[in-house]
DNA sequence: CGAATAGTTGATGTATCTCAAGCAGGGTGG
DNA sequence: CCACCCTGCTTGAGATACATCAACTATTCG
């Protein structure tokens, strides 16, 4: 799932469990697709593009470590990013033969290239794909609700929430309201591209946070909340 | 695909060939699990709700004819359309165990009900709904960066576009420039919530493009192109 | 024919963008 | 070690695209 909590290349193990573990027991099946003599370790340092939009979409990368984020761009250079993806996420699996949108790190990530025909002819690749894609759109309908409906206060509380480690796309269901503190490993042009905004909308309302005491700025990119529960309720979901 | 065109249950056979004469080879399996015994056809009138945002996925929808949206809604009653699909499409495939948003039929639509158990367990069902899956995440891309980065007017020729019979999110590759004829089987409150607007701002686009001679009003719901590339330099995408 | 519903148009407001200047932090070289 | 520069971030003033509110018009259906 496009988890954008841990994405950030976090220290510390990432949420989920390690894919040999999971319960569904298709994952057997992925392992071995890891093993595969085709498949390959690699690494990228910051803001490198791992693939271009038009390159030849022959290959898949799951994420080991890091964040990556996929954007596209209009002719005039408007780009919209439309997806932060984090470890254990599956990414490079376009429609057709060619992607739909360019791949960049966001900060130094390690992937395991996965050759397509690999990944395809078994039922536990298939099914372990299929799980992919399907919470990627989930994450995806929400983002289309972000971008559509909601403000730009919203979006940024929105997105910040999502950046808190231990938490997906659910709801608030933290019983303990402990102050949580998110590092934001993306600048600001980014957040904006990524939130449908212009870098000064999203460095004001992030300001004006700050005013009313919802955020704490420990550095430029780590950001304190001493009420999560306050900032959730800012997203316009709940 | 989500293939806006075509999607609004217009006379006439749908673009995509049938799933039986594909040339993947893999639609034989896919035919199979169409025929199974749990199975069924089921027909509903226009603005049905198919399934409601939390209840129970299991089982997976193809449409046979016609159109449906998804949308999500905010606690406050805003709501995002957030895909319309239609024939060869499938829907219901949600992350969990619930749907993450509400399925309504926009016109009269067949569908083919399959159980979630017949789908997942041959190759050839997970690889072509994986190969769904991956179409809808590039339509939902597409419209990422509709509602993050272009104007209203963008989005209304993006949209109108889009459901031109023949074309789907392809590069205007049209030779002819033929004047096409669109039918928005939908109200403009639904194209509204599909495109982040109001309706009022729907309303006035295509008004101004009417009077630009852009558009012809052959009725409410159905539009005449006249120049179809003029329309389509207004995208935002050429 | 008339009510009900959906769509259009106008006047006004406002959230967000645009343009422009100033500021901070982090790295480099003197 | 500190001044300097570069880049990314913040802040302000003004413009604008779209939303909102409200009236009016077209269409549909009994």
Redesign the interface.
Known sequence: ?AYLNHAMGEAGAPVRAPIAVRPTGEQIGWDEILASPRTRTVRMSEHEIVYDEGDVADRLYEISDGAVM?Y?L???G???V??ILGPGDLFG????DAH??VAETLVASGFRVIDRRDA????AG??H???C??????T??????L????SACERVATFIVRMVPGRGLGRCIDRTNAPATVRLAMTRQEIA?Y??LTIETVSRVISDMRRRGLLVAERQDRLRIPDLCALCRMT???
Chains 1, 2 share one sequence.
């Open positions: 799932m996929l596209k209009l002719p005039d408007r780009r919209q439309v997806e699996l376009s429609a057709g739909d949108c395809e002819t078994s039922v298939q099914r794909i299929a799980r894609l399907r919470d990627q759109i989930a995806l309908h929400e983002h289309a609700v971008l559509g409906r909601k591209d939130l449908g316009g979901a709940h």
